[in-house]
């Protein structure tokens, strides 16, 4: 990128996983870049916090797609383990179906081909075929669509794009594409479980998603050693690196532009100037509350109608024992997730018998718990916009920890030495969450690509978003991406007055 921004001051509002890529690239291009983030430490949802002994990553816990993890950071001549030591899990993760029924998905490609077949008779083959496909998917999907700025249907009429977008089977459903290759009702659970970090029911994501199977069984399932976080301390030294300035602890309460153009940014008593900004931070929130009326490019009415991706109830547990029977990575599909998908999708409300998930880092990395302890992440999918208390939490932390235990055949609340939950009233406080989201914008049809919140505003010429509302979704990997591909607009217009100013 050159330093085509040389002497250009940049704010980024937010520093998650969008935000951190896009001040890397800006900063490398020349810009002064100056991240303002609400909270006391880098990372968005990926913010991490320390309690007796325990080390808990407070968000994302799954490291998929690593080679988007690696082109990011060979943009800047390095590497991941120049910042940390990455491991792949075996297994991958174990699916609970019920009491003493349990499978453990392998990353190694023939033992996961005898898994299927050994539940299904035929299913092998079908696997094989199922991936090959996934794979195309992938190709088309990470390397063509998802650079790509989605600022209208244009950018989309490339030949090489187009042809790519009409062989992903993006008009099916991901549940009616699935059943082309399976019917055992076990492994459609294990196929379109992926589908669900994308925040609709498989019979409302496109059938180009399968492009998310290939990254779980192909690419695989893998961890950082010392946790998440240690993405966001990587990504936040290259920025400083690179001569990007943050501060912490600083709220953007206005940004403020003259004549369709942002000036300045103000966050608290200060005022920073800006020849662009870039909104790392909820969208909705910033076009809402940080913009005068005349400047939104969306009304509340917009908002309302936008179909979110789930929110999370989730607790952060230590436990003074080592558990058995747990893997790193734990899915309970011991309830009947068809119930579970109409109480957040179709009729939002409390789960009567939630799926839930577990994470127990402790199991691969002894640096995140006290010596024979065990750290546990937990996490149920809930509706957003649903009102929590403490009287909720409780009820659902006794909920899934007596199902927990029923899968361990170990007692575990009598061990517990610490806990703490976090809820959509906490997405709201914390990171201005819209409806108490977790991860975003469904990823429906009509929500693909294009048809998303647009990144560069329509109202403000130097105003542009980046992060889980907007091109190309929700997920870390889309996040980084998202971030260079906002950079890369800004970069695009500076060349473009540069040409025009040259003629």
């Given at each position: ?11 980024v ?20 870049v100056?991240?303002?983030?609400k ?7 990926a ?27 060979k ?14 899990l075996?297994?991958?993760y174990?699916?609970i ?11 190694n ?29 992938y ?16 950018d989309?009429?490339?030949m ?26 076990k ?52 920025a ?22 942002v ?7 200060t005022f ?10 909820d ?73 839930f ?7 691969t ?17 809930v ?15 006794e ?5 927990l ?6 007692s ?7 806990q703490?939950s ?19 914008l ?6 693909t690509?294009?048809l998303?919140?647009?990144l560069?505003?329509?109202k403000v ?6 992060g ?21 607009e ?14």
């Amino acid at each position: 990128m050159g330093n085509t921004l040389r002497g250009k001051k940049v704010v980024v509002i937010g520093s998650g996983f969008s935000g951190l890529s896009a001040a890397c690239h800006l900063a490398k291009a020349g810009a002064k870049v100056l991240v303002l983030e609400k909270n006391e430490q880098a990372g968005g949802r990926a913010r991490l916090f320390e309690e007796k002994g325990y080390r808990f990553d407070m968000g994302p816990s799954w490291y998929w797609m690593p080679d988007v993890f690696d082109k990011f950071f060979k943009h800047f001549g390095k590497t991941t383990d120049d910042y940390y030591n990455l491991i792949r899990l075996n297994p991958s993760y174990q699916v609970i179906f019920g009491k003493d029924d349990k499978v453990n998905i392998p990353a190694n490609m023939q033992e996961l081909y005898a898994l299927f077949e050994s539940i299904e008779e035929g299913s092998s083959k079908q696997l094989e075929a199922f991936l090959k496909d996934a794979a195309f998917k992938y190709e088309v999907g990470m390397n063509d669509l998802v650079y790509t700025s989605g600022s209208s249907m244009t950018d989309y009429l490339n030949m090489k794009v187009f042809k790519g977008l009409m062989k992903t089977d993006i008009l099916t459903p991901f549940s009616k594409y699935a059943r082309k290759y399976f019917t055992n009702p076990k492994l459609l659970q294990i196929i379109e479980f992926p589908v669900l970090f994308l925040g609709s029911t498989p019979s409302n994501i496109p059938a180009l998603y399968s492009l998310m199977n290939y990254a779980d069984m192909q690419l695989g399932t893998w961890y950082p050693m010392g946790g998440m976080h240690k993405i966001v301390e990587a990504m936040t030294n290259l920025a400083l690196s690179l001569g990007a300035e943050f501060i912490f602890n600083s709220a953007v309460d206005k940004i403020i532009s003259e004549n369709g153009e942002v000036k300045k940014v103000k966050a608290g008593d200060t005022f920073y100037d800006a020849d662009y900004v870039i909104a790392s931070a909820d969208y909705e929130h910033v076009e809402q509350n940080l913009l005068d009326k005349e400047n939104r490019k969306y009304d509340a009415k917009y908002w309302d109608k936008r179909v979110m991706a789930p929110s999370c109830l989730i607790y952060y547990v230590g436990v003074s024992k080592k558990i058995k029977n747990l893997q790193h990575h734990n899915l309970f599909f011991d309830a009947d997730m068809s119930i579970h998908a109409n109480e957040i999708y179709t009729n939002p409300s409390w789960p009567s018998q939630p799926l839930f998930y577990v994470s127990c880092p402790s199991k691969t990395d002894a640096s995140v718990a006290p010596q024979n302890c065990e750290n546990l992440f937990l996490l149920i999918p809930v509706a957003p916009g649903l009102k929590d208390n403490e009287v909720i939490k409780q009820q659902y932390f006794e909920q899934i920890m007596k199902r927990l235990e029923e899968h361990t055949g170990e007692s575990i609340l009598p061990f517990i030495e610490y806990q703490r939950s976090y809820a959509q009233s906490n997405f709201i406080e914390d990171y201005n969450a819209f409806k108490g989201n977790a991860y975003g914008l469904a990823n429906t049809l009509m929500q693909t690509a294009f048809l998303k919140p647009s990144l560069k505003s329509k109202k403000v010429k130097n105003l542009y978003y980046t992060g889980q509302l907007t091109v190309p979704g929700p997920g870390v990997p889309p996040a980084i991406i998202s971030g260079e591909i906002v950079a890369t607009e800004i970069l695009k217009t500076i060349k473009t007055k540069q040409h025009e100013a040259a003629i």
